[in-house]
């Protein structure tokens, strides 16, 4: 018998990617780029995460699927920070990093952490950089009176939800994966998926409003 732990993240956090992604569709037209970019990372995301559990299921390998969804979701995510952005710096400072990450995960891979292996150098790497334009951006606009009713407020608030605490995750995983403590390790990936759930819960809410003003 299949357990609800199990089925909370294999099945259930996974499915809750089309929470978003439904919100979206019928706003699609009249929303703005950054919105539509992260309404196609999630695509992206879905279609990675359903390879990866049927490469599972399959009893095959999956891990060099992570080491693809790190460098799509990084890229993803810091061309969603470059289009909210005003300042000229920091946008050519993203769109540096965005060109550099990739060569540093393909590097990672071929001569540090097989493609079989968790990318714990570039998972944690990613999960900082991510948080760190997020704050940086919050820091750069203040909080307007409006705040509540911007989308990109909203995807903020999902951003800061999950990577802070991936980072840590990410971090400890090496740790994690020599363990033989598999209620801790069942514990700490079922908190990761909970922070996935309402991550994608809290953008649900900013594609709500999508189409509003920043």
């Given at each position: ?9 294999t ?13 979206f ?37 999956n891990?060099?699927?992570l080491?693809l969804?790190?460098?799509m ?18 946008k ?7 060109v550099?990450f ?14 079989y ?7 944690p ?6 948080t760190?334009?997020c ?35 990410f971090?400890?995983?090496n740790?994690m ?13 079922n ?6 759930l ?17």
């Amino acid at each position: 018998m299949i357990s609800i732990k199990y089925l909370f993240y294999t099945i259930i956090v996974p499915g809750s990617i089309f929470i978003p992604l439904l919100v979206f569709v019928p706003r699609y037209k009249t929303a703005k780029k950054e919105e539509r970019l992260l309404f196609f990372y999630l695509i992206t995301a879905g279609l990675i995460n359903l390879a990866a559990i049927i490469l599972s299921l399959y009893g095959r390998p999956n891990l060099p699927l992570l080491h693809l969804y790190t460098i799509m979701e990084a890229t993803f995510l810091l061309g969603y920070f470059q289009l909210i952005f005003k300042e000229p710096f920091i946008k050519k400072a993203i769109g540096l990093i965005m060109v550099l990450f990739p060569i540093i995960c393909i590097l990672n891979f071929s001569f540090l952490q097989s493609l079989y292996t968790f990318n714990t150098y570039t998972r944690p790497l990613e999960a900082i950089l991510i948080t760190f334009f997020c704050l940086l951006y919050l820091y750069k606009s203040g909080f307007a009176e409006d705040w509540i009713k911007q989308p990109t407020s909203w995807f903020n608030a999902g951003i800061l939800i999950y990577f802070p605490a991936a980072f840590i995750i990410f971090i400890l995983s090496n740790y994690m994966l020599a363990s033989k403590n598999v209620a801790m390790n069942t514990i700490v990936w079922n908190v990761h998926a909970a922070l996935v759930l309402l991550m994608y819960i809290v953008w649900a809410r900013g594609f709500r409003l999508a189409g509003n003003g920043r």
